[in-house]
């Protein structure tokens, strides 16, 4: 048997998240699982780094999953290959899988994550990046927002930023790196606003409940103080609105350097 590292590209718009649904509710790890045994005759289960929500999406989702030793040797490439042709028409894709040591696993190894959040500002609709980022007619004042999320660094209690359905067992996080930058959209005049979340884990809906309180200052309703005294309340209802799921993104899982 081979325990194998799947890197996972998925647009998570049509998905009910990541987790398997009871029912025909679909997820992307039915989609994963149901695409495995195709090419291999296995039945598959598998171990995901973090649970996404319904209309997020990956860039680097990780997973893991044990299959016996195939009829013939097969690489990393043959194997991802392998799936990706038994997921079309899925919008997901297998970047990369490895064969890991028996004892890895995607989620308890896991030392860090990177989520990105993407913001568009123009007047005009989308319509090729529908359900890929949260459009907003109004401007944004990106280094207000970013001189903000600088006050959320470093290790807190992070309750004002907490889902009420959150199973963490306590809210204290690190959050080690909170960067808001702008960047030209589409040469005329519309701006796409990046925020790029670093931690080894966070609370449930906690990067877009941040991401909808910068939106906040970045409008010029709070200052970046502001920030400051919210995080501090330790309440909910202080803090802003919970961005959309469509413009959050998981970029990258890290694991120790072997």
């Known amino acids: 048997m081979t325990r194998w590292k799947l890197t996972i590209e998925y647009d998570g718009t049509k998905y009910f998240g990541w987790q398997r649904q009871d029912g025909d509710i679909p997820s992307v790890q039915q989609a994963i699982e149901e695409a495995i045994p195709k090419f291999c005759q296995q039945q598959a289960t598998l171990h995901v780094a973090g649970r996404t929500d319904a209309g997020v999406h990956a860039w680097g989702q990780v997973a893991h999953v044990d299959l016996d030793d195939f009829t013939r040797p097969m690489s990393g490439f043959e194997v991802a290959k392998a799936i990706n042709a038994h997921l079309r028409p899925h919008r997901i894709s297998i970047v990369e899988a490895a064969p890991v040591a028996d004892d890895f696993h995607a989620r308890f190894m896991a030392v860090k994550k990177l989520y990105r959040y993407r913001i568009v500002t123009r007047s005009a609709p989308l319509a090729i990046e529908e359900g890929l980022a949260w459009h907003l007619r109004r401007a944004l004042d990106a280094q207000a927002m970013h001189a ?4 959320l660094i470093g290790q807190h209690d992070f309750t004002s930023f907490r889902d009420a359905a959150c199973q963490a067992k306590s809210p204290v996080k690190t959050l080690d790196r909170l960067d808001v930058t702008a ?3 589409d040469g005329m005049g519309g701006q796409e606003i990046l925020i790029e979340a670093e931690g080894r884990s966070f609370l449930h809906h906690q990067v877009r409940n941040m991401v909808g309180t910068l939106v906040l200052v970045g409008e010029g309703k709070w200052t970046p103080a502001d920030m400051k005294t919210v ?3 330790r309440d909910r209802t202080k803090a802003g609105q919970t961005a959309p799921a469509e413009g959050l ?10």
């Open 231 to 233: 995080l501090a309340a």
């Open 183 to 185: 960047r030209d959209y």
């Open 249 to 258: 993104y998981l970029v990258r899982v890290d694991y120790p350097v072997s």
């Open 148 to 151: 903000s999320a600088q006050h």
